[in-house]
């Protein structure tokens, strides 16, 4: 065998054992090109690799991995939620209006009002059988719709939120770290355990892997689902209630933004849109990943159009990815 031919096979050898490697370590591969983003960003922009730099990023990126959340328990199902931002956007509303009964208050009828829209999802998906994508995409038009009404009725004059609620998704403790992020914290550690240790967490990945064999297991599927919903709508609830606190005020476009990231962040966190593969650990990787993509497509001066562009075809890549490794096995 001539030298030539060792050198390719040793390149060839090399190329396999990398891939090998990042097949069973993607959350190190995350970490790095998150890193690298991050390095070429505060290289783009000195004043990014800074206290306040890391602070703005993290108040962008808690909103959004909170609704990465949802999508990310919703799509282990083999299901999705395009209602999220509205859910979020109403649960602000209604913060914004019971805001002058208390903070306390003011949150709770925030949460209530994603239950109550993720529990409607749920049950049209899993009990009348609509599919996700039809039903979530309908309520999102059917909530749009109300709440363009009623800010001229019933919640006319409700933008602001309670000074506590501002404190909780702008504010920060000790000075740097965003009290967002510690609530983005609390809910990953609640998920991950969920996912990784319940037997919810089991059912739901048995469910996306093979709805037909969790039922015949006699697995209430129906159930699951409708959970899996109501959940996605109380996280949807949380990242309007910290949005509404970030910019003190809420209006009609204050989730809008945030829809393509929330489930780009989860098929870049390794999310299968099929369902039964991925995990929150991914996720959590895939938000702060789009968060320093953001800043750096700003701070050159790329506006929002295009960025919907980069988001869109970041989900169209990895679907077109996953689709293929199916394809395979």
Excluded: C, H
Aim: aromatic share 8%; proline share 2%.
């Amino acid at each position: 065998m001539s030298s030539e031919s060792r050198v390719v096979q040793g390149r060839a050898g090399k190329e396999r054992s990398f891939q090998r490697w990042a097949e069973e370590n993607p959350l190190a591969v995350l970490a790095g090109v998150f890193v690298l983003l991050f390095l070429v960003t505060s290289a783009i922009q000195p004043g990014f690799f800074s206290v306040s730099g890391v602070r703005n990023t993290l108040l962008q990126a808690a909103p959004l991995g909170i609704l990465a959340a949802a999508q990310t328990v919703l799509m282990l199902t083999g299901g999705i939620d395009l209602s999220v931002t509205m859910i979020a956007t109403g649960a602000a509303y209604v913060a914004a209006n019971q805001s002058p009964n208390g903070a306390a208050i003011a949150i709770l009828m925030g949460l209530l009002v994603g239950l109550i829209i993720g529990s409607m999802n749920g049950v049209g998906v899993a009990i009348f059988r609509v599919n996700p994508l039809i039903m979530t995409l309908a309520m999102s038009s059917i909530l749009l719709g109300l709440f363009t009404a009623w800010t001229q009725t019933v919640l006319a004059g409700s933008t602001q939120v309670a000074p506590f609620i501002r404190l909780l998704g702008g504010g920060s403790w000790m000075g740097s770290v965003p009290y967002s992020v510690l609530v983005w914290g609390g809910v990953a550690i609640a998920l991950i355990w969920l996912l990784r240790r319940s037997g919810w967490g089991r059912l739901i990945y048995a469910i996306g892997d093979n709805e037909t064999a969790a039922r015949l297991a006699g697995v209430r599927v129906w159930q699951v689902r409708l959970s899996a919903y109501m959940l996605s709508g109380v996280l949807s609830a949380i990242a309007g209630i910290l949005l509404a606190g970030r910019t003190g005020a809420v209006d009609l476009q204050l989730a809008g933004a945030f829809l393509l990231p929330s489930v780009a962040a989860a098929v870049i966190g390794g999310t299968s849109i099929f369902g039964g593969m991925g995990g929150y650990s991914g996720t959590i990787l895939g938000a702060l990943i789009l968060s320093v993509l953001n800043s750096l497509l700003t701070f050159l001066n790329v506006g929002q159009a295009i960025q919907q562009m980069v988001y869109g075809s970041i989900v169209l890549a990895l679907a077109w990815g996953y689709a293929s490794l199916t394809r395979r096995s």
